[in-house]
C-alpha cells in the first residue's frame, strides 16, 4: 500500500521534477499546493526518462543567453558566459565527477584505491587535467559556434545538453552500479525498462526535429561513446559511480559541441523543413 499523498508508479510530474532537481540548480523539490516534497527511490529511477527533456530545457537557457548576450558582448565573452552558465546550472556537480573520475581512474592501481581516490573531496593533477582539457574543448567549440557567419548556432546550442544527458541515461541502464550507497544507487532501484525507453523516444525525437539525418548521426555517436566510456569506466572499477555519470555527461557534451562545429558549416545540421 502507497503512503498517503504518494503518487502513482510510472512517469509523470514527479519523476520531472526529480529530473530537475537531481540535474538542475532550479527549485523544483516542491509540488505547488503541497508540503515539502523530496523524490522517492522509484521517483528517482524514474526521472531518467526525463534526462534528455531536462537538456533540452538547459539548451533552451542557452539559447536566450546568446540571443541577449550577442547584442552587447564579441563571440568570446558570450562563449564564456555560456561555459560559466552550464557550470552553474548544474552546480557544478557533472564537473566535479569528471574530475573526481580522472583522479581515480587514472590515479588508482587497483580498483579499491581508485574507488577511495574518488571518494576524497581533494582534487588532484589528473583530475585538474582532465577538467580543464574539456572545458578549453568547450569554450573553443562555442566561440567557432558562435563565430559563424550566417550560420544560426541556436539548433546545436539545443541539441548538445539532450545529447549529453541522453548519454548518462545510456549508463545509467547498460551498467551496474558498483557501491552499497553513493549518489547514483537509487536510479538502479527500478523502473528501468519504462524510463529508459521513454528518453529514448524523445532524444530520437529531438535529435532529428533539431538536426535532420546529422542530428540522428550525433545521437548514434553519443550513444556508442557513452556505451565505450561506460565499458572502460566498468573494466577498470567494476561498476559505474555518481561521479562517472557525471564524467559521462561531460565528455559527451564536449564532442558534441565539436561534432556541431564540424557538421554546421556545411549545411548538415539543420532542423527539418516542416519543424
Known amino acids: 500500500m502507497r503512503p498517503p499523498g504518494r503518487r502513482r508508479r510510472g512517469p509523470g510530474l514527479s519523476s520531472l ?5 537531481f540535474l538542475t540548480v532550479f527549485p523544483a523539490n516542491v509540488i505547488p499546493g503541497a508540503k515539502q ?14 534526462f534528455p527533456a531536462v537538456g533540452l530545457l538547459i539548451g533552451l537557457m542557452l539559447v536566450g543567453l546568446e ?24 552546480r557544478g556537480l557533472h564537473l566535479d565527477g569528471l574530475m573526481d573520475s580522472c583522479d581515480g581512474l587514472f590515479g588508482g592501481f587497483t580498483q579499491e584505491r581508485s574507488l577511495e581516490i574518488m571518494r576524497d573531496s581533494q582534487v588532484g593533477a589528473f583530475g585538474v587535467a582532465g577538467g580543464a582539457g574539456v572545458l ?18 541556436k539548433w546545436s ?17 547498460s551498467f551496474p552500479y558498483v557501491r552499497q550507497q553513493g549518489l547514483g544507487s537509487p536510479f538502479h532501484q527500478g523502473g528501468k525498462n519504462w524510463s529508459t525507453a521513454t528518453a529514448a523516444v524523445s532524444a530520437g525525437a529531438a535529435a532529428v526535429l533539431l ?3 546529422a542530428g540522428a548521426g550525433m545521437l548514434a555517436g553519443a550513444t556508442v561513446i557513452a556505451w565505450l566510456l561506460g565499458w572502460a569506466t566498468v573494466s577498470k572499477l567494476g561498476g559505474m559511480t555518481g561521479d562517472t555519470y ?30
Open 17 to 21: 521534477l526529480a529530473a530537475l532537481t
Open 37 to 50: 516534497w523530496a523524490p522517492s527511490q522509484q521517483e528517482l529511477s524514474g526521472s531518467r526518462a526525463f
Open 67 to 90: 540571443w541577449g548576450c550577442s547584442e552587447v558582448f564579441p563571440v568570446y565573452l558570450s562563449a564564456a558566459v555560456l561555459l560559466v552558465s552550464l557550470i552553474v546550472v548544474n
Open 136 to 153: 578549453l574543448l568547450k569554450y573553443g567549440a562555442l566561440v567557432s559556434l558562435l563565430g559563424f557567419a550566417g550560420h544560426d548556432p
Open 157 to 173: 546550442l539545443l541539441l548538445f545538453p539532450m545529447l549529453s544527458r541522453w548519454a548518462m541515461v545510456v549508463t545509467l541502464s
Open 211 to 213: 538536426g535532420g539525418i
Open 246 to 275: 557525471g564524467a559521462v555527461n561531460e565528455v559527451v557534451g564536449a564532442l558534441a559541441l565539436a561534432a556541431a562545429v564540424a557538421l554546421l558549416p556545411h549545411g548538415w545540421l539543420e532542423t527539418l523543413p516542416q519543424f
